[in-house]
């Protein structure tokens, strides 16, 4: 059994049961993560009928049922527990995957994939109130993060003081290798301005 899932005997009961009604020869189970590593995770269980597994998939052969695991997504399914909880409506299948939106980003990760992990979970959903986003445009050889911002950051009043306070604090603080941080975005066009 992987060390990375964990799929309880009432949940492999359930899943048997539930491929036995497909009538369908060798069918099997697909677990996958879409946009794994970021807030917007989402942990997938799915019918994979024979054919239809991904030649890089783990395949788990359990007691009851064949498990088809993600290769990108096998990281972020680290701890992930899949269960069955019975009660009187039936019951209800769970998938508890702690680590599915965790960066599997660490201080040997390159520079590029910090600041850009960084800008992804912790700058750009605050900004998306305001229909804004940051991009990592380049890391320049001195170190310095060059930031576009675009949606409705472009032209904003308010920008130069997001970008100096928030948005360089928190990288700054998180990447201490960073030697500053740029803007390329020309503030000029307010086409699209949140703050007038």
């Known amino acids: 059994m992987s060390e990375t899932i964990q799929i309880t005997d009432s949940a492999q009961d359930y899943l048997a049961e539930l491929l036995e ?15 794994p590593g970021t807030p917007y995770a989402e942990t997938c269980l799915a019918y994979c009928r024979p054919g239809e597994e991904e030649p890089s998939d783990e395949r788990l052969a359990l007691e009851k049922i064949v498990v088809f695991l993600d290769k990108n997504s096998l990281p972020f399914l680290e701890e992930a527990v899949v269960d069955f909880n019975a009660d009187r409506m039936g019951g209800q299948l769970t998938i508890k995957a702690p680590n599915a939106k965790m960066p599997k980003v660490n201080a040997d990760s390159p520079l590029e994939d910090r600041v850009n992990y960084i800008l992804y979970s912790e700058i750009n959903p605050g900004l998306a109130a305001h229909g804004g986003e940051i991009k990592l445009v380049e890391l320049t050889e001195d170190q310095v993060a060059v930031l576009a911002f675009g949606g409705g950051c472009q032209g904003c009043a308010a920008v130069d003081l997001t970008l100096k306070e928030g948005v360089e604090k928190t990288l700054m603080e998180r990447i201490p290798e960073l030697a500053g941080i740029r803007d390329v975005t020309d503030h000029t066009d307010t086409t699209n301005a949140y703050y007038r």
């Open 21 to 35: 009604k497909q009538n369908v020869e060798g069918i099997a189970v697909r677990i996958f993560i879409t946009q």
